[in-house]
């Protein structure tokens, strides 16, 4: 694990749903499905994605961004990388450390060092992931209480590793179906007392834990394919969704979200949606 040597700027992430403040992007400029790795790729593999359509949501999505006040910084896509819109994979912040994930596809593989080229020309300290591989997609941030999926993206010896370098924070780690690719494709914290999730990703004893700790919000299975779940708080309780998944928007708007509704049917083809594609990086205290 190593860690940059740059003078530093402010990271910070204590939660999910705190004001996002800065964020990192990566344009879809060569998004296209060539391994299938997830079951929605496989279900658009044949139709695959459009480049110029994504561009243009993704842009709508910065732009948004921006309106609201949020600085977000750009990674410069490459060819060679085709899911590097989903930058959420590639890092995660936990309190004021922004961890460089290990990652486990292949077809992923070396992304992460597009991201650390940028940490450090942006001054951004961070600290790098080693050992066993790690997505941030599996890593959901509730103050203190750090939740990790195990998947197929996300090992033990890699949470292991984080639980050695944050003694101070409890890391539950939750089992779910790992057809399901991550973790918040199936389970995101909107606020301190409320969650959306996909009951059937989870067993019983998780979904009693979970119960347990939140007012949980149910998506159904045809809102969970279009990644229903994985919608992206930016403070106040305002939220990023897309607008066919009316359901779920339906029951945020009835718990007093302002819902900000953005098309990106195209770019979730390849199986992630608006919190696979930011990584924060200063969320809540500046």
């Known amino acids: 694990m190593a860690m940059s040597s740059k003078q530093q700027k402010p990271t910070f992430c204590g939660s999910e749903y705190d ?8 344009e879809p400029e060569h998004m296209a499905i060539h391994d299938v790795i997830n079951e929605t790729q496989k279900h658009f593999k044949q139709e695959n994605i459009d480049s110029e359509r994504a561009l243009i949501e993704h842009r709508e999505f910065t732009e948004a961004l921006r309106n609201h006040g949020v600085d977000v910084i750009l990674l410069t896509p490459l060819q060679k990388y085709p899911e590097q819109v989903f930058t959420r994979d590639i890092g995660f912040t936990i309190g004021r450390t922004l961890f460089v994930a290990e990652m486990a ?32 997609g599996d890593v959901i941030v509730d103050r203190n209480t750090i939740y990790v999926g195990m998947s197929s993206r996300t090992n033990e010896q890699a949470v292991n590793q984080l639980k050695k370098v944050l003694p101070t924070y409890t890391i539950e780690t939750i089992p779910f179906d790992e057809k399901y690719l991550h973790l918040d494709c199936v389970f995101n914290i909107l606020s301190p007392e409320e969650a959306l999730f996909f009951p059937n990703a989870f067993d019983k004893e998780t979904i009693d834990m979970l119960e347990s700790r939140f007012n949980l919000i149910e998506v159904t299975e045809e809102e969970q394919f279009t990644l229903g779940t994985n919608v992206l708080s930016i403070g106040n309780k305002k939220v990023f969704s897309l607008p066919v998944n009316r359901q779920v928007n339906s ?10 509704e953005i098309d990106f049917s195209e770019i979730i083809k390849s199986g992630g949606s608006f919190r696979c594609c930011t990584l924060p990086v200063l969320r809540g205290n500046k």
Do not use: M
């Open 19 to 26: 004001e996002l403040h800065k964020v990192i992007l990566c």
């Open 105 to 136: 596809s292949e077809i992923r593989q070396g992304e992460e060092n597009v991201l650390k080229e940028r940490l450090e020309s942006q001054k951004v300290p961070f600290l790098d992931l080693t050992k066993g591989s790690i997505e941030g």
């Open 251 to 260: 029951q945020l708007k009835a718990r007093g979200y302002n819902v900000i």
